[in-house]
């Protein structure tokens, strides 16, 4: 039996993209006994229900991350937390940048605070590729909240709440992807590339999903659990959106990088390399007096979507988005 059935589970930004699909695996696999999506949007609360998300077990909360008086009585009975509330397009967060850091920097905060008045068992949080060597402010507060969150052990001592994240590249049919943009311009014949160079990490909502609910049965506190996934080339995705179609270079934008990084250099010095992820293990876990894995990373790794030894082709990136 998982030992996560029959939990109360609180999603944060519970009807974004991840967060249903979330709900939707979590009602099928694990039974909750209450399941709460905390969002601020009424409307989307509203749409989800009528799409179908109306179990006997589901509360809705409206409320904010920056809230945290909200977030206390959220979490009251709550067992487990997953945090995928952010404010994540980087052209928004480069506009406004103070926005950015209370969401994504203050509500993580938040987030500790009221978990552990409310004596949640676990944490975890959703993190990005773009944290690692940030270049774009988005990057730069996912960063900090990472920090944030594994060091957030340090609060809850022994025995207490246990905060880790997850961090993993591009999902497919998520909001902001490149996608839907691809599917508009093949009208015209010519879709627009940044670069022809550049390549990201891949995955399936599904697939986060399911890393997710993997890493809350196995995290200790302090982990940052980085999945092995599949790169892909944007001309690539271009061409099995719209194949044919002329493909127009039109330079990097502000905050974006030619290729993303998962698991920088430094990082690897206290990383477990295991059979479908690696493991970033925290540097000074006081809060455990369980022997941690030895780190079996060489020195120098770096995982990174240019150098991967997995990569998708066209015809892969097509079932991949059902094309």
């Known amino acids: 039996m998982n030992p996560l059935a029959s939990s109360t589970i609180l999603v944060t930004g519970g009807t974004g993209s991840f967060g249903k699909k979330f709900v939707e695996i979590a009602l099928r696999e694990l039974k909750p006994k209450k399941l709460i999506i905390y ?16 179990a006997p077990c589901m509360r809705y909360f409206i409320g904010d991350v920056r809230d945290q008086e909200r977030l206390r009585r959220a979490m009251s009975g709550v067992d487990i937390v997953v945090h995928a509330a952010a404010l994540k397009h980087v052209p928004a967060c ?19 605070e009221a978990a552990l008045d409310a004596k949640v068992k676990k944490i975890l949080a959703l993190s990005t590729d773009k ?43 998520s909001r902001g992807s490149v996608v839907p943009l691809f599917l508009k311009q093949r009208e015209t014949g010519t879709v627009t590339i940044t670069d022809p160079r550049m390549t990201r990490f891949w995955l399936t909502l599904d697939q986060g999903v399911q890393f997710v609910l993997r890493c809350l049965q196995e995290m200790r506190g302090g982990e940052v659990f980085v999945p092995k996934i599949p790169s892909m080339k944007m001309t690539d995705l271009a061409e099995a959106v719209a194949p044919g179609c002329k493909q127009k270079t039109i330079g990097i934008r502000p905050g974006e990088k030619l290729h993303e990084v998962l698991l920088s250099e430094d990082e690897a010095r206290h990383t477990v390399e295991r059979e479908k992820d690696f493991a970033i293990l925290p540097e000074s876990p006081q809060w455990t007096e369980d022997p941690w894995p030895k780190p079996n990373v060489p020195d120098g790794f770096r995982y990174a979507s240019d150098s991967n030894k997995k990569w998708l082709t066209v015809e892969d990136l097509r079932k991949m988005i059902s094309l």
């Open 94 to 112: 480069e506009y406004n940048p103070l926005e950015a850091v209370k969401t994504n920097i203050g509500g993580a905060e938040n987030i500790i």
């Open 39 to 54: 969002s601020r949007d009424e409307l989307k609360q509203h749409d989800m229900r009528n799409d179908g998300f109306d």
């Open 131 to 173: 944290a690692v060597n940030p270049v774009n402010l988005y990057g730069a507060t996912k960063l900090v909240a990472e920090k944030v969150f594994t060091q957030g052990n340090a609060y809850s001592g022994i025995g207490g709440t246990r905060f880790s994240c997850v961090r993993y590249g591009n999902v497919v049919g």
